[in-house]
């Protein structure tokens, strides 16, 4: 990463450390924070230099090498964040992020596989943790919990022991911004949990295990990426089923609800997502779906 001079170097240290002790922004969003802005501040000598047309210049470079309009896009949000900050502590006279224009990012529809492609991989792996095995066990309630919750990789990850109330089969996620919400799932969910805490769990637990709900084969957290690998594997078996990772699964739960009649604002609340615009974007998906089965069924389509 390149070495920034000492004025714009500690100026961006102490955003980050304000967009993580202040904000609540997670580890994953900081570090991405961190790569846009060095990039933004590399060869600025002074913070004051940071003008608006050293900003402009910069998104024209990362155009001119190619990155899409939704790079930009982010890169602008976190060049805004960033001297609207340095104003208000006074480490800028002006703002002049507040003149920045950016590309707006395409919302493209999200690729998601179908009902019955979803059903597949977890009777699949219902069958694989038949034999109680342990790791077995802990994978079908990955995929069972985030289908059944649309909760994100990093929220399964993160849950606690005490996060979860069996008896009225809900879930207490903590999500962006350190916002807690309330999940439920279902009765498949519920057995593969019952499965995993009475068999699995103990299996894996070491003296110094933590209490999260899923553990890794060593006994520590389960690590997102291994979550991810689970969902890639367990949809790439499913012949004509789209590679998707847990965020399809998430987008999944999503769309199948909506297409069952799930009110938007429910599956907005499930989600977690503090604008309901984000939600609608679902909407889309499963007006595309209708266009698909009209076309073919419909006589004077």
Request: charged share 25%; with cysteine; hydrophobic share 45%.
């Amino acid at each position: 990463m390149p070495e920034l001079a000492p004025g714009p170097a500690a100026a961006l240290e102490a955003f980050l450390q304000h967009l993580a002790l202040e904000r609540g922004r997670s580890e994953h969003t900081v570090r991405a924070y961190r790569g846009d802005l060095v990039s933004l501040l590399e060869g600025l000598e002074e913070l004051e230099g940071l003008d608006l047309a050293w900003l402009r210049r910069w998104l024209a470079a990362g155009h001119e090498a190619g990155l899409g309009r939704s790079t930009l896009a982010r890169r602008a949000a976190a060049a805004r964040s960033f001297t609207a900050w340095a104003h208000r502590s006074g480490r800028m006279p002006t703002d002049p992020g507040v003149r920045l224009a950016s590309p707006r990012a395409r919302r493209s529809l999200p690729v998601v596989p179908t009902a019955e492609e979803t059903s597949a991989a977890l009777e699949a792996a219902g069958h694989g943790a038949a034999e109680e095995h342990p790791i077995a066990l802990r994978d079908l309630l990955v995929l069972e919990l985030l289908y059944a919750t649309g909760i994100r990789v990093a929220e399964l990850c993160g849950l606690d022991l005490d996060d979860v109330d069996p008896s009225r089969r809900a879930l207490r996620v903590v999500g962006k911004g350190n916002r807690e919400r309330t999940v439920v799932y279902g009765l498949p969910a519920s057995d593969a949990l019952r499965r995993w805490l009475a068999v699995g769990r103990p299996a894996l637990a070491r003296s110094g295990s933590p209490p999260a709900l899923l553990l890794g084969a060593r006994g520590g957290r389960l690590d997102p990426r291994v979550a991810r690998r689970v969902v890639h594997e367990a949809l790439t078996a499913v012949p004509g089923a789209p590679d998707v990772g847990p965020h399809g699964l998430r987008h999944a739960a999503a769309t199948h609800m909506l297409e069952r009649g799930a009110d938007l604002r429910y599956v907005q609340e499930l989600l977690g997502h503090a604008k309901l615009a984000t939600t609608q974007l679902y909407t889309q998906v499963t007006v595309e779906r209708l266009k698909v089965v009209h076309e073919q069924a419909h006589p004077r389509a």
